[in-house]
């Protein structure tokens, strides 16, 4: 019973130290084939020697090393060191452990520090430890935390530090590691040796190992691994005590770091020997020569995704289970640049790289096939399969190759009958011809080895510059050209589709024939474009297409075309193209893939063949500039992740306060400022923000991929701030982010004060009425003679009362008008600006009428704060303001601020084109103002961005539909590259 519990015990303990990911890294993938993300001092880190890590709760990684501590959010680090940390001695971090209670225990050389609540802390010798140098702290199953320090073995509670003897079976209190095992053993690791004690506290130690000890690690199955300097690695079971059993390895004797995955894969972290997995009695080794900063591994963690870090002498690793792989110079290839990539008849792939070759991929190693081979160029261009079993390759410059299966390789080039030496494509018929497509010699046919024919300008083809070649399924062939359009072979007789069919102006890149004989045509720059039974549709980005050019189109097995072009990888299914087509649908969605969604190398290679295909399993292989990059359509790693959310910075009227606080806000200008952050450590680009403050407004407000939030003019009261962060296209987090606060008012916005003046206006009402009636009592014998004056008094003081009236009455219009200005910019503010769009809105439905609405946002505004100080920052507002309102004329358009670095125009009767004009010439005026700017990086001036959009209002739609479209438009016009206007589609 006791061994269960503990069990149970020691699983909560693991799940608490250890951050369970939501999944691990697939044991079956080979090491080069994870994605491998390093970061050094240039990214941030305060130095490159990382020897702890930990992913805490809250979903930060804290990372330390010898110049301080880092706290990581999958953008950036935020570092703590000497100089902002007060209770901070030294630098030099050494161990790390979250508690139960969230609490962040850090090793250093000069004491245990605790983080909690936003603050640190320092336990020294001062509170009871044996010794301030830190090694090692853990939390055992009953919620006990241990230090080894340099001097000895420590139990930590509320009042301080209690030493541990070790007894007598050990020389050494030089405490490196601590575990415990299933039996509730605590087992402590030292430079002499290796004890463990059924019950520490009465020093009942017991020595199982001789070796210097640097490393323990409790395993799944409840035993523990030790890592030993010099005398390599171990395990005890949970059964027994009484021997080990060593594990070999191929990264060292010298073991520094031990993690054990969901897999039960266990990754060893060696000193000078790598990274090593074992996993089912097999070890496989990843190094410097693979990618690794460094050879010298010190610590070893796994996020709530199942991404795999490691701590090096040389800088911090991300090792991740991409959808995507890319397979570069770093994981075989010769060299980074590819062409051309073709599955082989086996499983294995032939990659045809720039400079470096022929590459063949099989059970996940690469052989390269270069000049010493036979090649005449290591430049390949195409290549295509033989049916014979052996591949057929084309070159830039060398001419036409063939490597048989037992490795011989022929060659055809001018010598040998070839027009040109350039292959662009390569077409293998069953019966063994072959076709050659060249870069200015047409296209040349091969039977029995030999040239027989060419098919050029001189003989009937329209250009001699042939970049694709294709056979349909009724056996005409189909050539591409880069000058002159599609050319049909039938029956011996050439047809050329030329200008008439729009078909000369932009080179033909690749042909793909699918099976209802559509044939499927990848251009330049001219979209993508079926040709059937004689007719050319064209579809391109204004119909919904990613990208006008395509360098290969392959199918999937789900009816989805896939193309790849100069800004990455991108699918469209084709029903939704034949929709189109048949005039069903006016726009289709195509699905990109970048940098966002984890494809590492956007831009791809062309034009070649094939330049992407479908491997026998389904996997989609494109050769990039930077590696061939390779995944399963179907596999959507990210598709159950909600990624957790954290408040980073709060500031209230620029003071600042911590998420955990009960914040009370003085008094000041109601300005919050809110920075926050989301934990998706293998798509932070991917990461989308919303929020909203309740008690202000309870509407949600996307922000984009923003991570920050300012909010001004708020009123004294009591609110709450909430926000969500989701993957592109994933459901937002359920558990929000939040704090609450309370903004306290300044004495003049108290009831306390409106009651006041109240009193005091009453106060002098019953003086002047007391007056007034002391003098009636005591000239009521002279009522008649002195009634002229009398009433001349009591006129005189219905005047001053009427007075006041009319200054109260004032000062009431005064902070009407107040509540609906910007403090800052002296415009309209948010929530007038609401009132007048419902109400323009409604407006122009009764007329009816358009509307439009024009989105602006000063491009990086937070990085101008952060670089010239939030001072110049209200004076860029300002002036920016103050340009938007001059641009705008006629009486009824409005300008407001929206919120931080946002603003927006209402335009009333006013088309899509009206206030796109309108939008571009307040984008001219603003970058007119010529603000230096020295954190953008798409100008030297202050910029804007602008979104446009217009509405004709019908009763189906309400003004927040406008609102959102305008606010679309932004988000596109900053994807588009900032500094511009974009409109609507639909508005256009």
């Known amino acids: 019973m006791h061994r269960v519990i503990s069990l149970c015990l020691g699983l909560v303990v693991f799940v608490l130290n250890t951050h369970l990911p939501l999944r691990a890294l697939r044991p079956d993938r080979p090491l080069i084939a994870y994605g491998l993300h390093a970061y050094s001092t240039e990214n941030g880190l305060p130095q490159s020697a990382v020897m702890a890590l930990c992913q805490v709760h809250s979903g930060f990684i804290w990372v330390g090393t010898y110049e301080g501590l880092a706290r990581f959010n999958g953008m950036d680090f935020r570092v703590f060191d000497k100089s902002n940390v007060r209770v901070m001695q030294n630098n030099s971090i050494k161990c790390f452990l979250e508690d139960h209670q969230g609490r962040l225990w850090i090793g250093t050389p000069n004491?245990?520090?605790?983080?909690?609540?936003?603050?640190?802390?320092?336990?020294?010798?001062?509170?009871?430890?044996?010794?301030?140098?830190?090694?090692?702290?853990?939390?055992?199953?009953?919620?006990?935390?241990?230090?080894?320090?340099?001097?000895?073995?420590?139990?930590?509670?509320?009042?301080?530090?209690?030493?541990?003897?070790?007894?007598?079976?050990?020389?050494?209190?030089?405490?490196?590691?601590?575990?415990?095992?299933?039996?509730?053993?605590?087992?402590?690791?030292?430079?002499?040796?290796?004890?463990?004690?059924?019950?520490?506290?009465?020093?009942?130690?017991?020595?199982?190992?001789?070796?210097?000890?640097?490393?323990?690690?409790?395993?799944?199955?409840?035993?523990?691994?030790?890592?030993?300097?010099?005398?390599?690695?171990?395990?005890f079971s949970s059964a027994t005590i009484d021997s080990s059993r060593p594990i070999p390895q191929p990264g060292g004797n010298d073991v520094r770091a031990l993690y054990q995955d969901l897999y039960g894969a266990l990754w060893v972290g060696t000193n000078g020997g790598g990274l090593v997995r074992v996993h089912k009695n097999r070890a496989e080794v990843l190094t410097s020569r693979q990618g690794l900063p460094g050879d010298s591994i010190r610590s070893i963690i796994e996020d709530h995704e199942g991404s795999l870090w490691v701590g090096t002498r040389n800088g911090l690793v991300q090792l991740t289970d991409d959808r995507y792989i890319l397979f570069d110079s770093r994981n075989g290839l010769p060299v980074d640049e590819v062409r051309c990539v073709l599955p082989g008849t086996d499983g294995d792939m032939w990659i045809g790289t720039v400079e470096g070759g022929l590459v063949h991929y099989s059970k996940g190693k690469f052989e390269s096939l270069t000049e010493r081979e036979g090649l005449r160029s290591e430049r390949i261009w195409s290549l295509a399969s033989d049916p014979r079993g052996g591949v057929w390759i084309g070159t830039y410059g060398g001419g036409l190759h063939h490597l048989d299966r037992s490795g011989r390789m022929r060659v055809w080039d001018k010598t040998r009958g070839m027009p040109n030496d350039i292959i662009r494509a390569i077409l293998v018929e069953e019966n063994g011809r072959v076709w050659a497509a060249t870069n200015g010699g047409g296209v040349a046919v091969l039977e029995n080895d030999r040239v027989v024919k060419c098919y050029s300008r001189e003989n009937g083809m329209p250009s001699d510059f042939v970049y694709a070649i294709a056979r349909d399924q009724a056996g005409h062939l189909w050539f591409g050209t880069y000058d002159a359009g599609l050319v049909e072979l039938a029956d011996g007789r050439?047809?050329?589709?030329?200008?008439?069919?729009?078909?000369?102006?932009?080179?033909?890149?690749?042909?793909?024939?699918?099976?209802?004989?559509?044939?499927?045509?990848?251009?330049?720059?001219?979209?993508?474009?079926?040709?059937?039974?004689?007719?050319?549709?064209?579809?391109?980005?204004?119909?919904?297409?990613?990208?006008?050019?395509?360098?290969?189109?392959?199918?999937?097995?789900?009816?989805?075309?896939?193309?790849?072009?100069?800004?990455?990888?991108?699918?469209?299914?084709?029903?939704?193209?034949?929709?189109?087509?048949?005039?069903?649908?006016?726009?289709?969605?195509?699905?990109?893939?970048?940098?966002?969604?984890?494809?590492?190398?956007?831009?791809?290679?062309?034009?070649?063949?094939?330049?992407?295909?479908?491997?026998?399993?389904?996997?989609?292989?494109?050769?990039?500039?930077?590696?061939?990059?390779?995944?399963?359509?179907?596999w959507q790693p990210e598709k159950d992740i909600q990624p957790p959310v954290a408040i980073e910075r709060i500031l209230i009227n620029r003071n600042e306060y911590f998420p955990g606080d009960d914040i009370v806000a003085a008094p000041g200008r109601?300005?919050?400022?809110?920075?926050?952050?989301?934990?998706?450590?293998?798509?932070?680009?991917?990461?989308?923000?919303?929020?909203?403050?309740?008690?202000?407004?309870?509407?949600?407000?996307?922000?984009?991929?923003?991570?920050?939030?300012?909010?001004?003019?708020?009123?004294?009261?009591?609110?709450?701030?909430?926000?969500?962060?989701?993957?592109?296209?994933?459901?937002?987090?359920?558990?929000?982010?939040?704090?609450?606060?309370?903004?306290?008012?300044?004495?003049?916005?108290?009831?306390?004060?409106?009651?006041?003046?109240?009193?005091?206006?009453?106060?002098?009402?019953?003086?002047?009425?007391?007056?007034?009636?002391?003098?009636?009592?005591?000239?009521?014998?002279?009522?008649?003679?002195?009634?002229?004056?009398?009433?001349?008094?009591?006129?005189?003081?219905?005047?001053?009362?009427?007075?006041?009236n009319v200054q109260l009455q004032e000062a009431n219009m005064k902070l009407k008008h107040l509540a609906h200005m910007d403090g800052v910019t002296q415009i309209a503010n948010h929530r007038f600006f609401l009132e007048t769009l419902e109400k323009e809105w409604r407006m122009a439905l009764r007329r009816p009428g358009p509307i439009a609405l024009v989105f602006a946002d000063i491009d990086f505004f937070k990085d101008f704060n952060d670089t010239h100080g939030h001072q110049e920052g209200d004076r860029c507002l300002q002036r920016v303001a103050g340009t938007i309102q001059a641009c705008v004329k006629r009486p009824r358009d409005f300008v407001a601020r929206y919120g931080g670095e946002e603003f927006v125009v209402i335009l009333p009767d006013t088309s899509a084109d009206g206030a796109r004009v309108m939008a571009e010439n307040l984008r001219i005026a603003v970058e007119s103002l010529q603000i230096p700017h020295g954190a953008s990086s798409v100008s030297s001036w202050v910029t804007i961005?602008?979104?446009?959009?217009?509405?004709?209002?019908?009763?189906?739609?309400?003004?927040m539909s406008l609102l959102r479209a305008a606010d679309q438009a932004l988000y596109a016009a900053k994807r588009g590259g900032r500094n511009m206007v974009a409109v609507e589609p639909e508005s256009k």
């Open 111 to 235: 004491g245990l520090m605790i983080f909690s609540n936003g603050q640190f802390r320092m336990l020294t010798t001062r509170e009871g430890l044996s010794g301030d140098f830190i090694l090692s702290v853990f939390q055992d199953a009953r919620r006990r935390i241990w230090a080894g320090a340099t001097n000895g073995l420590n139990l930590l509670g509320d009042q301080g530090a209690v030493p541990v003897s070790l007894g007598k079976n050990t020389s050494s209190n030089y405490i490196t590691a601590i575990s415990e095992d299933s039996q509730g053993r605590l087992w402590v690791g030292t430079d002499d040796g290796l004890l463990v004690s059924s019950d520490p506290l009465k020093a009942e130690w017991k020595q199982v190992l001789p070796h210097d000890v640097r490393v323990l690690y409790g395993d799944r199955d409840g035993g523990v691994y030790v890592g030993t300097s010099g005398n390599g690695l171990f395990h």
């Open 494 to 634: 050439l047809r050329i589709y030329g200008s008439e069919y729009g078909l000369d102006s932009h080179a033909i890149w690749t042909i793909y024939p699918d099976k209802d004989r559509n044939l499927w045509l990848g251009t330049d720059d001219g979209g993508l474009k079926r040709f059937y039974h004689g007719r050319v549709d064209t579809y391109t980005i204004r119909d919904g297409l990613y990208s006008d050019s395509a360098f290969q189109i392959v199918e999937d097995g789900g009816g989805r075309l896939w193309m790849n072009c100069n800004k990455g990888v991108y699918n469209v299914h084709i029903r939704d193209l034949l929709a189109f087509s048949a005039g069903k649908i006016n726009q289709f969605v195509s699905t990109s893939y970048g940098r966002a969604e984890g494809l590492r190398a956007i831009e791809t290679s062309g034009p070649a063949q094939p330049a992407g295909c479908r491997d026998f399993a389904g996997r989609m292989w494109f050769s990039t500039i930077n590696g061939v990059a390779v995944f399963d359509p179907e």
């Open 670 to 804: 109601g300005r919050l400022e809110v920075e926050y952050t989301g934990f998706s450590f293998r798509l932070p680009a991917a990461l989308r923000f919303r929020y909203r403050l309740k008690g202000h407004e309870d509407d949600w407000i996307d922000a984009g991929n923003r991570r920050f939030a300012a909010i001004t003019n708020l009123s004294p009261g009591i609110y709450r701030f909430e926000v969500a962060t989701r993957l592109v296209n994933g459901d937002w987090s359920r558990e929000p982010a939040a704090f609450s606060f309370h903004l306290e008012p300044h004495f003049h916005q108290t009831y306390w004060f409106y009651i006041l003046v109240v009193l005091i206006v009453l106060g002098l009402m019953g003086l002047v009425y007391r007056f007034n009636l002391k003098q009636l009592h005591r000239r009521q014998r002279q009522l008649s003679q002195m009634i002229e004056e009398r009433t001349s008094q009591l006129n005189t003081a219905n005047r001053r009362l009427n007075q006041t």
């Open 945 to 959: 961005s602008l979104g446009v959009a217009a509405r004709v209002p019908d009763a189906q739609e309400t003004a």
